[in-house]
């Protein structure tokens, strides 16, 4: 009697296309010929598809959640400059009648500090993978990104330390980028700069590190280093921020 | 191998999604924000809702990251125009469904050309999604999230493992199994009748 397990290899090999020719012709033919077969072969498709529509589902949760904060950071985005807009105009009105000195009307109408293009500009991601669910709370790894998660940046940062500098961990760069963003939760710009620099480059966080190097660079109220490390943003082809760091700089 | 006229971010998006796992969650995401711009372009273009088009951007998001996750796409395009010509099919599909109906120049063959065929797509019927799903909830949590991560996110089973604190793969190995197990006994007291005809 050929057991469950068997049948559970032999619809993932076709699910993923790792079947030869000869293989699925003679999958098709028992699907035709064996009922059992066909039905185990069906609840497992029927189970698989049951898990694709819950993670999809959970996904388009997570771009929802996406969306939202990018709605509400353009919103504050616009509230903020509209506001600046009406109080520079009230300024100018009380400047006419009062015969006010320029100085006042400049203090207004100067660029905005870094630190407020840092709060206009920083969003934080969630980390992947933590959702809150069944875990095993003593490994020091997963407590550490957990940490996180729950905006314990201070702990977090002292358990992901051990990971971000081993240089032979799997995920070393994950831990720095992570570490570097909770720094810049605890507003210390220097070891977050420190942190995203130990990521690996090129790789899969450089354009996101290349950002919070320069967001980092802003919440220090280092002009010189966050024009820098913008220009360094725009002078990449495609990089995701490009637009948004070619605003800044011109506000800078 | 990624053809020349894929770009290094391509790459990165790419590699991402086909490591599974953690990286997977992280890239899918990467993806969505890095074209978040289409949403309003289809907005705008197709003159339909903001809703209509966050759903059709998300929608052609999660089609794509499924095409790389099974090594379905073959860089014959830009990533982004893979996409975008994908969102671009997902609008048309809205304006498709209104009553009141635009006359939309387009063959429908052109999105399935684009989408390689998925088995799981056969069995069973969009309106059963959702019982389905109901199904996940019954077979308890911890079940739910490694059948999840294991069959959805792409995690291997060393990972789920550590995740999920059990002592080895073999022990994660065999709580797939029954937890599969479980997942079918159910189904099967509630077939669903769309067999006939899909084989």
Redesign the interface.
């Known amino acids: 009697m050929e057991t469950?397990?068997h049948i559970?290899d032999l619809v993932e090999k076709?699910?993923?296309?790792d079947m030869s020719a000869q293989e699925m012709s003679v999958f098709?033919q028992r699907?035709?010929d064996e009922t059992e077969f066909?039905?185990?072969v069906?609840?497992?498709?029927?189970?698989?598809?049951?898990?694709?529509?819950?993670?999809?589902?959970?996904?388009?949760e997570?771009?929802?959640h996406?969306?939202q904060e990018?709605k509400a950071s353009a919103t504050d985005r616009r509230r903020s400059r509209l506001t600046g807009v009406m109080i520079a105009w009230r300024v100018a009105a009380g400047i006419v009648l009062l015969l006010v000195a320029g100085g006042l009307l400049w203090q207004l109408l100067k660029p905005p500090s870094p630190q407020t293009l840092y709060a206009e500009h920083i969003s934080f991601?969630s980390?992947?993978?933590v959702?809150g669910?069944?875990?095993?709370d003593?490994?020091a790894w997963?407590k550490a990104l957990r940490m996180y998660e729950r905006g314990d940046y201070q702990q977090s940062v002292e358990l992901l330390e051990p990971f971000s500098s081993i240089d032979t961990f799997a995920?070393r760069s994950?831990a720095s980028f992570y570490q570097g963003l909770a720094y810049l939760h605890l507003s210390q710009s220097q070891e977050a700069i420190a942190r995203f620099e130990r990521v690996e480059r090129?790789?899969?966080y450089?354009?996101?590190v290349d950002w919070y190097i320069a967001l980092a660079y802003l919440q220090a109220e280092d002009i010189e280093g966050a024009r820098a490390a913008l220009q360094k943003i725009v002078d990449q082809k495609?990089?995701?921020k490009t637009a948004e760091a070619e605003e800044m700089l011109g506000e800078l | 191998m990624f053809k020349p006229s894929s770009t290094y971010q391509d790459e990165a998006i790419i590699t991402g999604i086909q490591a599974g796992g953690a990286m997977r969650e992280q890239w899918i995401t990467r993806l969505y924000e890095k074209y978040f711009r289409f949403l309003y372009q289809g907005k705008s273009k197709h003159n339909i809702t903001e809703e209509e088009a966050k759903d059709a951007y998300s929608d052609a998001v999660i089609a794509v990251s499924e095409q790389i996750a099974a090594n379905k796409f073959r860089g014959d395009s830009k990533l982004s125009t893979y996409l975008y010509r994908i969102f671009y099919y997902k609008c048309v599909d809205i304006i498709r469904q209104r009553p009141t109906l635009r006359k939309v120049e387009l063959q429908e063959a052109e999105e399935f050309e684009l989408l390689e065929a998925d088995p799981l797509d056969q069995v069973i019927q969009e309106e059963q999604l959702a019982e389905l799903e109901t199904y996940l909830d019954k077979i308890g949590a911890k079940c739910k999230e490694l059948l999840l991560d294991w069959g959805y996110w792409g995690y291997n089973m060393s990972e789920i493992a550590e995740r999920m604190g059990f002592k080895d793969n073999k022990s994660a190995i065999s709580q797939k199994h029954k937890c599969m197990q479980k997942l079918k006994t159910l189904l099967s007291k509630h077939m669903i009748q769309s067999h006939s005809g899909n084989k």
């Open positions: 469950n397990d559970f076709y699910l993923a296309g098709e699907r035709l066909d039905e185990e069906l609840r497992h498709l029927q189970a698989r598809a049951a898990i694709r529509a819950v993670g999809r589902k959970r996904l388009k997570n771009f929802e996406i969306y990018k991601p980390i992947p993978g959702r669910t069944v875990r095993s003593s490994l997963e995920y994950f090129p790789g899969l450089t354009e996101q495609g990089h995701y």
